[in-house]
């Protein structure tokens, strides 16, 4: 259903979706107000294009607006919960009318988000901080947002000293500083289509935000830069873990894969976390 993006979205994914938006809104709003029952098949016909026009268009729109908006403090959570709806929403609902009864302002929403004020470059909404480019999506100010951006420097620095060879190649872009707009319960994520990353502030000391976000540019150098050779060899040591009844992973979440293994024992190295055994192997294979 929604479309990949390729980069973070730009004025473009509004200007080049509202009309669509708007004329699919537009078909459907008499529909919904008709007698047609909800469970006739000619009505759910009549009603799947537009639905799904709205969901596609409003997908990219509310990345144009996470990316170019000022996004009003007393709006961003119920802009949270638009954004929430429309990157976990399919398939059309199997009652249109009852779907639209919870989530019908969550799309219209979106009309009044397009003309909230543009993003200048330099201001708290959207700043660089060393090789990123910083959208404060959340709103943050004042001590939180000195908070956060502590955080991202500390991380630029951490990871300009290369804990794997090249590792620097993988700091630049956009990092979005979010509520819940598309995780709930993690500190940090790698949105791979977009070549963006997305933070948020779970903890009042910034270990856990600065550890997720190592570990997602992990995601970003072990997906576009490392080379296939460590990778394979990575791969046997990720293998040989497992079989082990001696050997432990680094931690519970490196045991999902070679990927996520590889991820946690850079966040960790990066951050003087990583073990004695651990970071002999890190080091000999990544080195």
Not at 80 to 106: C, H, Y
Not at 213 to 227: N, P, T, V
Request: aromatic share 12%.
């Amino acid at each position: 259903m929604l479309p990949l993006l390729k980069e973070a979205a730009t004025e473009k994914d509004i200007s080049s979706n509202i009309a669509a938006f708007q004329e699919a809104y537009d078909q459907l709003m008499p529909l919904l107000a008709s007698d047609i029952p909800s469970t006739e098949f000619s009505f759910q016909l009549l009603t799947n294009r537009p639905w799904v026009t709205l969901i596609d268009k409003g997908y990219l729109m509310a990345n144009g607006v996470v990316s170019t908006r000022i996004i009003p403090s007393g709006k961003a959570r119920a802009f949270e919960s638009a954004f929430q709806m429309l990157v976990r929403t399919r398939n059309p609902p199997k009652d249109i009318r009852k779907w639209w009864k919870t989530n019908g302002k969550k799309l219209e929403l979106l009309f009044e988000a397009v003309k909230w004020p543009q993003k200048e470059l330099g201001g708290d909404d959207l700043f660089v901080l060393g090789p990123f480019k910083v959208h404060n999506v959340k709103g943050f100010r004042d001590g939180w947002l000195d908070f956060m951006k502590k955080g991202v420097e500390f991380v630029a620095k951490l990871g300009a000293r290369n804990p794997v060879p090249g590792f620097s190649r993988a700091l630049y872009g956009d990092v979005f500083l979010v509520g819940q707009l598309t995780q709930a319960h993690v500190a940090a994520w790698y949105n791979p289509s977009e070549d963006s990353l997305y933070l948020r502030q779970v903890s009042r000391t910034g270990h856990d935000e600065a550890h997720a976000m190592l570990h997602e540019l992990g995601h970003r150098y072990y997906q576009k830069f490392a080379k296939k050779p460590a990778k394979k060899l990575w791969g046997k040591w990720h293998a040989s873990i497992r079989r082990s009844s001696d050997k432990k992973f680094p931690s519970h979440y490196a045991s999902t894969n070679a990927e996520e293994h590889f991820c946690e024992a850079l966040a960790m190295k990066a951050m003087g976390d990583l073990s004695r055994e651990h970071l002999e192997n890190f080091d000999h294979i990544w080195s």
